[in-house]
């Protein structure tokens, strides 16, 4: 960090005039909305929709156009022409259509057609592999995963921020907290130092005792001074992801949602993670499928109904018109290894998807149950802190009457105050601690 920067940090500790609240809601919702990384996670949710739609794309009717003519020494030896569109329907079936025009000297004999030109209307089919299943109806499915998939890729990121931004908001209100229990502490050691210069004048302290003071209030001048530092690092911290701070903004304690009770843990299915990691093993069980169906040989069937130009004939009762023409095709390879490999890997895939999915939900399981425990355990330390704490300020305000008395020592006296500085800053920390693992537990369950 620049000089300057932290100055201007440091700066905003010593102006508590102009002091105002910075709620933690008010940070959380712009980190939201405005942090690069909230933008990255609704870029990450878009990505979905693409995906989705690119995978329609194998939907779209196909227009195409192919022209081949050939001349030589002033003779056309052929001019062949056609339109067609085609279109993959979403099972299946392939439905196409178009009209082939030929002329010329020396046509070929298969590609001779009625003068007017031919349309045609086709039907193709695949028998074994591509009947059940095949690429089209895959992707499609694994478009609609990937809407829901990229959707919690993006909840994962607002989840890391949301916590990231918690714990560095906690960390700053206890960094406030332990300073101005120093500076509390600095102000009583200061003031009494101050009585005893005048009672030392008036012959009623010896001199020994304002230069124990002096120690005293020089030791807690180092403390606060300490203090402040971790302030400076902590509102940095905060100033990172929130970064509209103005000059004087202070925390508002600490954010309510981490202070109350926590309901019983439950599970983690809708956890982010949990919903990316299911979703993958969905989309890895479809991989998985298609490269299954590659196993099976090739056999498609063509029919292409033909006409005379664009009229096509009529078809009766029978599925055989006048004029058609109809194709079959088969090829398997031997040994058929690169379909066999496909579909071991595929299972592979399946296999670890599934092992990550168990493996991620037990880990968050487990380990949102024990920041549960843990922030029942805090919240009883918390309130033995503060009983304490209290005990320990009857008990210094006991001793400042025997010291006024004259039945104590300044060194009792400060040994009190240390004591019941130390009990504070227990607290502070138990505190902290318990709105951590409230802010853990949370964050492991995304429920904020």
Do not use: C
């Not at 794309?57 to 022409?81: C, I, Q, W």
């Not at 599925?319 to 023409?325: L, N, R, T």
């Not at 109809?326 to 595929?346: D, E, H, M, V, W």
């Amino acid at each position: 960090m620049k000089p300057i920067f932290f100055l201007a940090f440091f700066g905003l500790l010593l102006a508590p005039a102009a002091a105002q609240n910075l709620p933690y809601d008010q940070t959380i919702d712009w980190v939201l909305n405005n942090h690069p990384l909230a933008a990255a996670a609704d870029a990450v949710e878009q990505r979905g929709a693409a995906e989705l739609m690119k995978f329609r794309g194998a939907l779209d009717p196909k227009l195409s156009v192919n022209y081949d003519r050939k001349d030589f020494k002033g003779t056309e030896y052929f001019d062949y022409g056609e339109a067609a569109v085609e279109w993959q329907s979403p099972f299946a079936v392939k439905v196409a259509g178009g009209y082939q025009r030929a002329e010329g000297t020396y046509l070929n004999a298969e590609r001779t057609i009625p003068s007017a030109g031919q349309g045609y209307l086709a039907l193709k089919l695949p028998l074994l592999r591509g009947l059940m299943t095949d690429a089209t109806r895959i992707g499609l499915k694994r478009g609609e995963l990937a809407v829901d998939r990229q959707r919690a890729l993006a909840d994962v990121i607002r989840n890391e921020l949301r916590y990231d931004l918690a714990v560095r908001y906690l960390q700053w209100t206890f960094a406030v907290e332990v300073l101005d229990l120093n500076r509390e502490m600095e102000t009583t050691i200061a003031e009494r130092l101050a009585n005893y210069r005048v009672l030392l004048q008036q012959g009623d302290k010896a001199e020994v005792d304002t230069l124990e003071a002096s120690v005293y209030l020089g030791t807690q001048q180092q403390m606060v001074r300490q203090a402040e530092i971790d302030l400076v690092l902590a509102q940095q911290a905060v100033a990172e992801m929130y970064w509209p701070m103005t000059e004087g903004e202070v925390p508002v304690t600490l954010p309510a949602e981490f202070l109350v009770n926590l309901p019983a843990p439950g599970t983690v299915e809708s956890h982010p993670e949990i919903r990316q990691l299911a979703l993958s093993l969905a989309d890895a069980s479809l991989s998985r499928d298609l490269k299954r169906e590659q196993l099976k040989p090739e056999l498609n069937l063509s029919y292409y109904l033909l006409g005379d130009g664009f009229a096509l004939p009529e078809m009766d009762a029978s599925p055989f018109a006048e004029a058609y023409k109809f194709g079959l095709t088969a090829s398997y390879p031997i040994l058929n290894r690169k379909a066999r490999a496909g579909a071991q890997l595929g299972e592979l895939k399946v296999l670890e998807s599934e092992a990550k999915l168990g493996a991620k939900t037990q880990a968050l399981f487990t380990k949102a149950g024990a920041y549960y425990g843990a922030s029942r355990q805090y919240l009883q330390q918390l309130n033995s802190g503060e009983i304490l704490a209290n005990q320990a300020a009857q008990l210094l305000a006991a001793e400042r009457e025997l010291y006024d008395l004259g039945e104590s020592t300044q060194f009792v006296l400060n040994q009190r105050e240390q004591a019941l500085l130390k009990a504070r800053m227990d607290v502070a920390k138990l505190r902290l601690s318990r709105a951590k693992a409230v802010a853990t537990y949370r964050y492991l369950r995304a429920v904020w």
